[in-house]
């Protein structure tokens, strides 16, 4: 019979740990693995390949371990008609009368370069009369591995000593490893993080929007509370539904109106423009109107939970306490000081800790507006994170550091979350009624 | 006589059958997808180009006896380079990539390292008509280890511009102004003399405080033209290595800072709207700036302004100091080949190119979006040689001009340079911190692939 229930639990339980591990989880933990590695645009996710390029071999000439001779060789992108690559070519199908003419007119012969290689081919009076069929038949006579893909390390190392060229064992490794297409495991991204001034201004900025943000949502929302709790309920419901707005409209809409409102243009301008003040652009104008415009388009939208929660606790407490007091001579004041705000002690705490950790990971609201400007002043971590790995103007992502910096994010949202818990007591919050023990 | 009818039925029905199978043999239906970033309607003819050369393939394969049925969808992204770039790439890890790609030449080196492209060389003759008459320059910028991996789509240039009207409220006849680009060029018109002019501008009036100098409002090419003005180099041609020149670096940022100390520009100016840029610009509201040579399309356009020669001069980016010289940057976009699909369907995509790249259909592409052409004959084209525009930024401009590197590392050290910028302009840092900033992460993030000077 226990176990029945037991199992009842478990699916009751099973969607909800799936959810977890779906959209929580396994987030996590790729954003850790991509955090210690160099994926990049360049390297792609999906593994590398291994590809010897002239730029390769330039940066091996630079750091000067090599063998001048050898690189040389190696640099080279040479084409002569073998009887190997005629025996090749013939076995893969090309027409005889083709391979005839090849041997007939260029065998043994030596080009220096595709190019020239290629003119020669188009001489030929069987030729093949497509152009990538063409020069799909010179690869039969390349003697170079230069710019040519190897899916793997195998196939890349047998080409390599194919080519003929006497390389030692550290110099074949070098060229294998700098010949890799792919990303690799490292932890470049943490020490460069940490030793870049840039990061500390933006955890600065990510700090002071936090702060700032919280305060406004956490205060405007107590005073939507408070103020609307005395009001008569037609009214009152009417002003909850009116502070709302913000938190359900689109968040593009949103950000438009804003834009609407202060850009220079805009109708905070027009208005003051009636009054002689020069027109202004107070998105972006200056850096402290930037930081005032992004606080309030966050703040307004935040607010309205707390003021949800505020309002349906204060609706909670027993009106006949209220009434006493009013009995004892209490202004409004007083019942808010020694009444109210002891009973919204929970949800005041629930609304700090929860939105401090939304707002660590917000920039939704910061990227449709200011995108971080004028120039990176308003740029917080989640948002530079989101530029780092997807989205900037060179179109260099960075996948691995991006991550990277979203793994500094989920720590410190668990570290966060910890510390709120030991700090509100949610063991006492949770525990047993003492009454029914 | 009935089953006589239906045996000469049952014939006449097999060879219809025979002939349907073997034009379903030879007919081959190919779909090219061409993706183009930070294209307006204006640059339309990038995929329609494409279009029409689907034709004229499909034309020539019939000669040939082939039926080629070929369908391209074009798609213009106007919404960012930032956003069209993350559609590729991750497209391109997706595997689901457009066969056609139209972007910077700057991706070329992680695209290909990547291997989300294909060099296009393997799929076209270019010792035949139309690439060999394509410009040498802009084939070496299409360029990367010594192969061509894409097809230069257009070319354009980023000239400094001047309000007439303003120069001659402040003292310059008609002739100075006109002599104006010979003296910038020979670096007799410094970025210095620039800002006192428009300081004088802005002084008289004739422009609002911030506007005496406007510069780009985002990043883009056009900064590096400013760090060229004061000596900087991009690319060491002999080590392959990116060059970071600490003193043409700080003498560029110090240049803004100055520009912004003065109230030429102002210190939030970096983020401002574009549209209202483009507006205040083309309408006297500014009295210097730097743009693109498109930009023309859009003065005279949408923002209105009929002689644009009477109320324009245009120069090469001043030299900002005797280490200097005055320069523009040219960033061809380039036609790429993707790793989608089949080889059968990159030598067709290859081949559309090659035919886009035709004088006459690029001509269309270069008249309508006012960029510059691709090759030599384009001089031989009605439509391009009677074009003022294009003849004159060809001349003065695009014979002067100089690509951005094509290095795997180029568009990290392009963000770093850039936020750099930012952060000294803004007055978050001093210059000099700034740049010190930018030479750390330089080195811990780029280490063997630049060479600090």
């Known amino acids: 019979m226990r176990q029945r229930i037991g199992l009842l639990g478990l699916g009751f339980m099973t969607p909800a740990l799936v959810m977890v591990l779906v959209f929580f989880l396994i987030p996590v933990v790729m954003t850790a693995v991509f955090g210690f590695t160099n994926m990049g645009t360049a390297t792609g996710i999906s593994g590398g390949e291994y590809l010897l390029t002239p730029k ?21 992108n040479r084409y002569q008609v073998t009887e190997a690559g005629l025996a090749k070519a013939a076995s893969d199908g090309l027409k005889s009368a083709y391979i005839q003419g090849l041997r007939d007119s260029l065998l043994g012969r030596e080009y220096s370069s595709k190019r020239d290689f290629e003119r020669a081919l188009k001489k030929i009076k069987d030729r093949p009369r497509k152009v990538r069929a063409l020069k799909k038949s010179a690869e039969y006579f390349s003697q170079s591995i230069l710019n040519r893909r190897y899916l793997t390390d195998h196939e890349f190392k047998t080409a390599l000593a194919a080519t003929g060229v006497q390389l030692s064992a550290t110099e074949f490794d070098q060229v294998l490893s700098a010949s890799y297409t792919g990303w690799i495991w490292t932890t470049d991204n943490f020490t460069n993080m940490f030793s870049k001034p840039d990061t500390w201004v933006v955890a600065f900025n990510t700090l002071v929007y936090v702060l700032l943000v919280l305060a406004f949502n956490i205060g405007f929302g107590l005073f939507l509370a408070l103020t609307t709790f005395y009001l008569p309920s037609g009214q009152s419901a009417f002003f909850r539904a009116v502070w709302l707005l913000p938190r359900i409209s689109p ?94 002690r929970w949800p005041i705490l629930f609304t700090t800790s929860y939105t401090t950790l939304s707002l660590l990971t917000s920039f939704e609201y910061i990227l449709l507006s200011t995108e971080g400007g004028p120039g990176n002043t308003t740029n917080v971590w989640a948002l530079e994170a989101y530029f780092t790995a997807l989205n900037n103007y060179a179109g260099n992502l960075k996948y691995g550091y991006g991550a990277a910096m979203a793994l500094v994010l989920v720590t410190l949202g668990v570290l966060v979350s910890l510390l709120y818990l030991r700090l509100f007591k949610f063991d006492e919050l949770v525990a047993r009624p003492k009454i029914e023990n | 006589m009935v089953t006589k009818k239906l ?14 199978v073997a034009t379903a043999a030879l007919a081959k239906d190919v779909t090219i997808s061409v993706w183009a970033g930070g294209s307006t309607q204006a640059d339309s003819y990038r995929t329609e180009a494409i279009e029409i050369a689907a034709d004229i393939l499909e034309r020539e394969a019939k000669i040939q006896g082939e039926e080629l049925n070929i369908t391209v969808e074009g798609k213009l992204f106007n919404d960012g380079w930032d956003n069209f770039k993350q559609a590729v790439t991750l497209a391109g890890e997706s595997g689901t990539a457009p066969n056609i790609i139209v ?74 102004i006109d002599a104006l680009p010979e003296k910038v060029k020979n670096g007799e018109y410094t970025l210095y003399n620039v800002i006192e002019d428009a300081k004088k501008i802005q002084d008289k009036g004739l422009v609002e405080k911030g506007k005496g100098f406007s510069p780009r409002v985002s990043n883009g090419p056009d900064y590096w033209q400013f760090y060229q003005s004061f000596g900087g180099q991009l690319k060491d041609t002999q080590t392959g290595q990116l060059i970071f020149d600490k003193q043409a670096m700080t003498d560029m940022y110090q240049f803004f800072v100055d520009a912004a100390e003065m109230g030429v520009t102002s210190k939030t100016h970096l983020g401002a709207d574009w549209n209202q840029w483009y507006s205040e610009v083309a309408n006297g509201k500014a009295a210097t700036w730097h743009g693109g040579t498109w930009h023309y399309k859009r003065y005279t356009g949408k923002e209105g302004l009929d002689d644009f020669f009477g109320n324009i001069q245009f120069t090469l980016i001043p030299s900002g100091n005797d280490k200097g010289r005055a320069n523009t940057i040219t960033h061809p976009l380039v036609y790429l ?106 080195a811990s993030a780029l280490g063997d692939n630049i060479q600090i000077r």
């Open chain 1, 56 to 76: 390769i071999v330039k940066q091996l000439e630079i750091r000067g371990e090599f063998d001048k001779q050898s690189l040389t060789a190696l640099s080279s």
């Open chain 2, 103 to 176: 972007t910077s030449h700057a991706d070329i080196a992680p695209w290909s390292q990547a291997g989300l492209i294909r060099p296009i060389e393997d799929y076209i003759d270019q010792d035949a008509w139309p690439v060999n008459q394509v410009y040498d320059n802009l084939i070496e910028i299409a360029s990367y280890n010594g192969q061509l991996w894409g097809m230069p789509q257009d070319a354009e240039s980023r000239p400094f511009f001047f309000w007439r009207p303003h120069m001659k409220a402040i003292g310059y006849s008609d002739a100075d």
């Open chain 2, 337 to 442: 080949v993707s790793n989608t699909g089949t080889d059968d369907d990159a030598a067709i995509a290859a081949q559309l190119i090659a035919i886009a790249s035709e004088p006459r259909l690029n001509s269309l592409h270069a008249i309508k979006s006012a960029h510059l052409g691709i090759g030599s004959e384009q001089a031989n084209v009605d439509l391009y040689a009677n074009d003022q525009w294009a003849t004159e930024a060809t001349e003065r401009l695009l014979v002067n001009a100089n690509a951005m590197p094509n290095h795997t590392e180029f568009g990290q050290y392009w963000q770093i340079m850039y936020k750099g910028l930012e952060s000294a302009w803004t007055g978050q840092k001093s210059v000099a911190d700034a740049v010190s900033g930018v030479e750390s992460e330089l």
């Open chain 2, 7 to 20: 045996a000469l039925g049952l014939k006449a029905g097999a060879v219809a059958l025979a002939v349907s």
């Open chain 1, 251 to 344: 968040p593009v809409l949103y950000v438009l109106l804003w834009k609407w409102l202060t850009w220079d243009t805009g109708f905070i301008s027009t208005v003051l423009g009636w009054f002689g003040v020069p027109a202004f652009n107070y998105m972006l104008g200056s850096v402290g109107s930037a930081w005032a415009v992004v606080v309030l388009i966050n703040g307004f939208v935040g607010a309205s939970l707390g003021m949800i929660l505020f309002s349906s606790a204060i609706q909670a407490i027993p009106k006949s306490i209220l009434y006493a007091s009013e009995v004892d001579g209490a202004n409004r004041w007083q019942q808010v000081r020694y009444i109210i705000l002891p009973q919204l």
